[in-house]
């Protein structure tokens, strides 16, 4: 019989061979550079690191045998190779000279024997190539419409054209794509790709997008097309709340296209938008308008079929002007582009009027949807009113919407046609179609879901329904928003990077998705504003707007400045991103360091009217007044900024900066003497008696060194969650820290408590009452159906999903110690109705996994059961340590497990 104390693993499979014995079993996979997922075009990065993955520990000694063939167009290949040590296998530095420009590399890798005999097969190849990388690459001008445009909304859009000849059928061809606005491209009538709203937001004053097209198999010999859709997008579209603003980075609308193409006999040819060639032309399309929240407005009579095609009359075009562009701007992207990623079939469709039709599609999300137009007449029109939800009388809910009303119309030629919008998205679950002609059917639509492409890494699931759907929910609304950057919501007039919310929900991003790059990108953007206005300020990409144009340091806001890349980092083992970002995590701190009173609290009230938003949307704050919440503003401000300290503390150590290490070390003390003192009484109790207090103490370690106090304000916050009948008390900023402080001072049943209750407020009151995406406020829907009066109230918000981080590593039971999962932690804690759960996160190293049970005597899964039985993988490269209540830790090695131990 087991001993109580002990675990006794049983490796089942260890990760482990004899490398006498079976030689063919060391295979390596998963190879891929920096953090792009896998084959990637147009990086902008010269000297790549790579990545790959071991099935098996290599045997003492092994070696990587890695090999490239690299080309640039015109040139011949080379083959090159070098030999590595194989315990590393994760950001491996570049090995060759640097790549230049349009390099193309094909690249694998290999186990060997220290004498360089094969230990197994080579990895399946990863195809790369570099984009222009140098200013001087980029030839092409950006170009638009040459005519007067209305000042800022409502603009009929251009489409650009260029026929090209091409002297034979090119061996292969790349088109360099970028725009002032958003772009679609076709060549020879069909689209180059299906990425949309290209090329995306970035701090466009700093940086803007070039992307990279194979389009070999598009071009022929002889006469070709390049044709381009042109919108608005977030260049010169209205963005932002409070009216938004339009032409926040320019006036002026521009495609810029650099087509390079290579014959077999290795010469090559260039074809580059300009405005004195004569050759690219501008007339206005069936676009008559598009803004990204408004909606999309289309007039089939206004198209000119074949435009994008070789040899159509362009003789009424008018030609092209240059809309300048410094080419220093210019950048290969570092994320992927969003593209579509599913479908979704309508639940139901139903006739509301004469011609109107309701059609629901049964899961909230960032999609658009595709109509097949038919049975109409010239000049008739359909329209399309995306929602989220209905009011309780059924009809949809468009106040919410405020001014991004999500209303797209299509006017007929009479002919039969599938349409999709180009440059809008949309957040809805709900769309009403008005003006159809006849029956309305599934067959007439696609409903497209988009978002930036990620690979997915983190799974959970449980044996309460509820909370699956709750973490379904959570992985939707992070869907949702990952839109180019991450934004708080994706459906009304506001759609902006708020710092705030991915503050709270990086570590449950980071497990749930691969966005290192993805998040990385946005900091950069970050920083750019950081050193413009001298703060972080609430949103990034900035654009300022009503109550909000003058960027004022607030607490939690500014602290994502050092949270996401400590996040990332803690994820991914980048040193890379703690290098890249530390200037801007410092200069943060530095900041905010010059607003504290002696004591070290922060309690200067920022120059804004809010002040601090605080424990933001706190449930008892009304509808009107989100920042009005029960916890005093200067305890969340100074705990938020005491752990900021800490953590950029610890990235000075990690750099190697001793100095920084030694100033922010002695800040933090500082700070955190000036919080107890401030804020938390001998007795335990704090100044604010909630959750949010408690929470923020506990899980920022601020009550560390005084043991009685920190149980003391354990054992409150447990009761003050018993109080409250289990009901959710915090906002976005306790949200997060309330199970973990919980957890970490030993009231685990109090922390299930409040993750099953269903009450309003609660994570699943919105399960029950339907909701398919997380909601900004607890109470977006009122028990009777009714929406929140509140002027702010989505059903699309990420943050109060940051509940996910915990699920993860409480229910599932996975958890990084070190830095990039090289240490990690296996805890599931057992509670609530919960009698089994699995979870898995893909790791630098591979995939780590737990699943258990908890079952009783007869083998029957129950809540009572006291023999828990736990499968465990630990990827190559990684050790994990068990560490269940009443039991020893017990570390594991790479392998597969299977575990049973006694409660
Ligand atoms: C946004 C939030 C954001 C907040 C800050 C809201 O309008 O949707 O998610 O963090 O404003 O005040």
């Avoid at 689209?191 to 700093?206: F, I, M, N, R």
């Avoid at 129950?862 to 340590?881: F, H, K, Q």
Wanted: hydrophobic residues 35%.
């Amino acid at each position: 019989m087991d001993n109580d104390n002990a675990i006794t693993p049983k490796g089942d499979k260890p990760l482990t061979l004899d490398p006498e014995a079976a030689t063919e079993e060391y295979n390596v996979h998963g190879l891929t550079i920096e953090h792009f997922p896998g084959d990637v075009m147009g990086i902008g990065v010269p000297a790549p690191r790579m990545s790959w993955v071991y099935d098996f520990e290599p045997p003492e000694g092994a070696q990587i045998l890695l090999k490239i063939r690299r080309r640039v167009p015109g040139g011949k290949p080379t083959d090159e190779n070098t030999y590595l040590p194989a315990q590393q296998s994760v950001m491996v530095p570049w090995q060759f000279n640097q790549l230049t420009s349009r390099e193309r590399v094909v690249a694998s890798v290999q186990v060997v024997t220290s004498q360089h005999a094969p230990l197994g097969k080579p990895s399946e190849e990863l195809h790369f190539e570099t984009g222009l990388l140098q200013e001087a690459d980029h030839v092409a001008d950006y170009v638009g419409p040459s005519w007067p445009e209305a000042e800022t909304d409502h603009r009929h859009l251009p489409l650009v054209r260029a026929d090209v000849t091409l002297r034979e059928k090119p061996a292969s061809a790349r088109l360099y794509l970028s725009a002032l606005g958003l772009v679609e491209a076709e060549i020879n009538g069909h689209k180059v790709s299906e990425d949309a709203l290209t090329p995306g937001w970035t701090q466009y004053e700093k940086r803007i997008p070039c992307w990279t097209y194979d389009v070999t198999d598009e071009l022929n010999a002889g006469g070709n097309a390049m044709g381009f859709w042109l919108g608005d997008g977030w260049y010169r579209g209205r963005i932002g709340f409070d009216g938004g603003y339009a032409n926040y980075y320019g006036d002026r609308i521009g495609v810029l296209a650099q087509l390079e193409v290579e014959y077999a006999d290795g010469t090559t040819e260039k074809i580059c938008s300009n405005s004195w060639d004569r050759q690219w032309k501008v007339t206005s399309g069936p676009i008559v308008s598009s803004d990204m929240y408004e909606g999309e407005c289309y007039d089939a009579r206004l198209e000119q079929p074949g435009w994008s095609t070789y040899g159509f009359d362009d003789s009424a075009w008018k030609p092209v002007a240059e809309s300048f562009c410094d080419p220093a701007k210019i950048e290969n992207p570092e994320i992927l582009s969003i593209r579509p990623q599913e479908k979704h079939e309508p639940i139901s469709i139903k006739k509301i009027g004469e011609r109107s039709w309701l059609v629901d599609f049964g899961q909230n999300c960032s999609a658009r949807i595709r109509l097949h137009l038919h049975d109409l007449a010239s000049g008739d029109t359909v329209t399309l009113h995306h929602v989220e939800v209905l009011e309780p009388d059924g009809s949809i809910a468009t106040r919410t919407l405020r001014r991004g009303q999500q209303l797209d119309s299509y006017t007929s030629n009479g002919q039969d046609a599938w349409w999709e919008p180009r440059f809008v998205m949309h957040g809805f679950r709900y769309v009403q179609i008005d003006g159809w002609p006849g029956e309305l059917t599934a067959d007439d639509m696609d409903c497209r879901v988009y978002h930036s492409e990620l690979k997915r890494t983190g799974e959970l699931e449980t044996s309460n329904e509820m909370l699956n759907k709750l973490h379904h929910n959570i992985v939707w609304s992070m869907r949702s928003n990952f839109m180019s950057i991450p934004t708080d919501c994706p459906q009304r007039d506001e759609r902006l990077g708020w710092t705030g919310d991915i503050c709270l929900f990086s570590p449950t991003a980071v497990y749930l998705y691969d966005v290192e790059a993805f998040l990385n990108n946005w900091l950069q953007d970050m920083r750019t504003e950081q050193l413009k206005w001298g703060t972080i300020p609430y949103y990034v990409p900035f654009v300022p707007l009503g109550g909000w144009a003058h960027p004022s340091a607030i607490s939690e806001w500014g602290d994502a400045a050092v949270a996401v890349p400590w996040t990332l980092y803690m994820d991914s083992g980048d040193i890379e991103i703690l290098r890249e970002n530390y200037d801007l995590s410092h200069d943060w701190v530095d900041e905010v360091a010059g607003y504290l009173s002696p004591d070290g609290v922060w309690d200067r009230k920022p120059e804004f009217a809010l002040g601090q938003l605080g424990d933001w949307l706190d449930p008892t704050a009304p509808p009107e007044n989100p920042a009005l919440a029960m916890t005093q503003k200067e305890l969340v401000a100074t705990a938020y900024f005491a752990r900021s300290c800490s953590e950029v503390t610890r990235m000075a150590q990690i750099l190697g900066k001793d100095d920084d290490a030694k100033h922010f070390g002695e800040l933090y003390k500082r700070v955190r003497r000036g919080y107890i003192d401030r804020f938390s009484n001998m007795d335990g109790t704090m100044t604010s008696d909630t959750q949010c207090a408690y929470a923020l103490s506990i899980a920022f370690g601020l009550l560390d060194d005084d043991d009685v106090r920190r149980v003391k304000a354990g054992n409150r916050l447990a009761e003050l969650v018993r109080d409250s009948g289990g009901k959710v008390s915090t906002g976005f900023a306790g949200t997060p820290f309330v199970l973990p402080a919980l957890s970490m001072t030993g009231h685990d049943k109090e922390a299930f408590i409040l993750l099953e209750s269903d009450e309003c407020p609660s994570w699943l009151y919105q399960v029950k009452m339907g909701a398919t995406t997380t909601w900004e406020r607890w109470d977006s829907m009122e028990p009777d159906g009714a929406l929140n009066p509140g002027g702010m109230t989505s059903f699309n918000h990420y943050a109060l999903g940051s509940v996910a981080a915990w699920m993860h590593s409480h229910i599932g039971g996975l958890e990084a110690i070190d830095p990039g999962w090289k240490h990690f932690r296996i805890a599931p804690h057992m509670g609530g109705d919960i009698t089994h759960a699995s979870t898995s996160h893909i790791t630098p190293f591979g995939r780590a996994a737990v699943s258990w049970k908890l079952v009783d005597a007869e083998g029957k899964e129950s809540t009572d059961g006291n023999r828990l039985e736990m499968d465990v993988t630990v990827p190559v490269g990684a050790t994990g340590t068990v560490e269940l209540a009443n039991h020893e830790p017990c570390e594991l090695k790479a392998g597969h497990y299977q575990l049973t131990v006694n409660r």
